[in-house]
């Protein structure tokens, strides 16, 4: 549990900042919005980073003080708070999921090179870091074999739609997503 | 408390039936997208909904099993349990503000009147029910003064933007925030 608390750690950490750089991305383009449909719906996506990002804050440390913890029994069940820990964890791979959809959409608009590099670089962090999320819940949760079922399992098969091919943006290829597994990220 | 988990119950079986209604009216705009970037934006808001979905099938019998609770006791921070529903209620309360953009971005393309029609209704239920969703809680929070600390509160002061005056879209005008009060719901 530790190794993985030590990875869930590295990840959020990285998508708290990637979530700055995105926030400070949008401010400028909300700020001059053409008009107000194309104001909400950038301002729309940066609240809903914005709340991720209140939610980071409160995961983070707490991250910390499991990975701080020696006696492994704390890493049970039975432990209300690890319980919560889960269900946070599993939140935030579904923020994560979100992330990698709002920077697809954000590349379709911010096609100049500065912000198309920076927001492909996110995009390929957060992507990896997703997958990697996903596969360490689905481990931890079977291996506790807990009370706890993950209300989301049933939409896992949804997400894969975002394997995407080289550097295009999102593409829906049923076929393709088999090639990604975890075996294969570094 | 009861009275409260009554209003929560109805408010959240509610928006259940809505997010329904819109997940079928986006369903064949996805289906009939005219290019990859109008299908992801769809597509991606569908998927936000679908989120919410499941974890309001989780939470709604939450409430209903503390509705049937007899004992004051058990409404107390001192259990984890209502601890846990406070913490969801309150994301909850977030998904009910992110439903009503949703809502309010869909008014922006689906202008023939069957969709608007119907858009505008749920916006206006939607929009309703999130004030007093947040009301609730803030009093609940009070109420209790228990270590619970709400990590998103210092956002609530952008969510009045959420106010619009008549039937046009959002309009942000710190000036007639105030004019919406709990007391004004019916
Ligand atoms: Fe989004
Ligand atoms: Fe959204």
Do not use: C, W
């Not at 980073?49 to 910390?64: A, N, W």
């Not at 319980?83 to 946070?88: F, I, S, T, V």
């Not at 996903?134 to 074999?145: S, T, V």
């Amino acid at each position: 549990m530790k190794d993985e608390l030590n990875i869930f750690y590295r990840i959020f950490t990285t998508t708290k900042d990637a979530i700055e750089k995105f926030m400070n991305m949008l401010d400028p383009v909300i700020q001059n919005a053409k008009d107000e449909h194309e104001r909400l719906y950038y301002h729309h996506i940066y609240e809903e980073e914005e709340q991720r990002l209140s939610r980071l804050v409160e995961l983070i440390p707490l991250i910390s003080k499991f990975e701080k913890e020696n006696d492994e029994k704390i890493f049970s069940p039975a432990n209300n708070e690890f319980n919560r820990l889960l269900q946070e964890l599993n939140l935030e791979k579904f923020g994560l999921h979100n992330f990698v959809e709002h920077l697809d959409l954000a590349l379709f608009t911010f096609t100049d090179e500065e912000r198309s590099t920076l927001l492909n670089q996110l995009r390929d962090v957060s992507y990896q870091d997703y997958l990697q999320v996903k596969e360490m819940l689905n481990k931890i949760n079977e291996r506790f074999d807990h009370d706890y079922v993950d209300p989301h399992a049933h939409h896992d098969k949804h997400y894969d739609h975002l394997a995407r091919l080289g550097s295009s943006p999102i593409i829906k290829q049923p076929n393709k997503k088999k090639g990604f597994t975890v075996g294969s990220l570094k």
